[in-house]
């Protein structure tokens, strides 16, 4: 079945640093992507939609300056986590489907850690 | 907004006891419904699905169905085992197709 791979799988950052997390659909080319983040023991939140080639679209109250997401192509998402700090540690997991109704894939997540 | 409620956890049960666990939903339009499982270490997994009224989903012994009287969709599996110890996310898809999560309920199945 469909697999989206989401690198790295932790990551520990000093604060202040800039964290890339790549999401990656390895079998069909992924027009929308999908990024959320978790906090213990909540639900998903979702941060911003991908869509290939286009801006990406933010969620209310997610600062798009601090939370880069690029897609470049039909297969690579990215999230920019940029200046760091303490309570952007979160667990940050990727969503992407091949076209408008095709069922949603997820990455195993990102657990950030930013010291 | 659209939105999900489900209930609180940890639900612990021991193996073989039914479990049900309770979803309700808020939406403008047709939604379509999802249940999300997420066990230990691992990404999420769609259990099953509804994508409209009176329609039931089910899957590895898992059973929901879309209620709209009630704007419910209520988990329910019969006889449960350890290895269906996770978190459990009720999700509704809006008519942006993008996916609105219940806050999770944790499952503990005890030998």
């Known amino acids: 079945g469909a697999v989206v791979s989401q690198h790295p799988s932790r990551v520990i950052c000093k604060s202040g640093t800039s964290v890339k997390i790549e999401c990656r659909s390895l079998d069909f080319q992924a027009t929308t992507m999908f990024w959320y983040r978790q906090f213990p023991k909540q639900s998903l939140m979702l941060m911003a939609t991908?869509?290939?080639?286009?801006?990406?679209?933010?969620e209310q109250g997610v600062e798009k300056d601090k939370f880069l997401i690029n897609h470049a192509s039909l297969t690579l998402s990215t999230l920019t986590v940029t200046s760091a700090h303490p309570e952007d540690s979160s667990f940050y997991i990727c969503?992407?489907?091949?076209?408008?109704?095709?069922?949603?894939?997820f990455g195993n997540g990102t657990r950030l850690t930013v010291t | 907004g659209d939105s999900v409620t489900q209930m609180e956890g940890p639900v612990t049960l021991s193996e073989e006891a039914f479990l049900t666990i309770n979803c309700t939903y808020t939406?403008?339009?047709?939604?379509?419904l999802f249940w999300y499982v997420q066990y230990p270490g691992e990404g999420l997994q769609l259990l099953l699905k509804a994508t409209k009224a009176d329609d039931k989903g089910s899957n590895k012994g898992f059973e929901a169905t879309y209620r709209k009287e009630t704007t419910s969709f209520h988990l329910e599996k019969g006889s449960v085992q350890v290895s269906d110890s996770a978190v459990y996310f009720c999700a509704l898809s809006d008519s942006w197709g993008k996916l609105q999560f219940g806050a999770g309920t944790q499952v503990v199945v005890t030998p």
């Open positions: 969503s992407a489907r091949e076209y408008y109704n095709s069922p949603l894939h």
């Open positions: 991908s869509n290939e080639g286009s801006k990406a679209t933010y």
């Open positions: 939406a403008t339009g047709y939604p379509s």
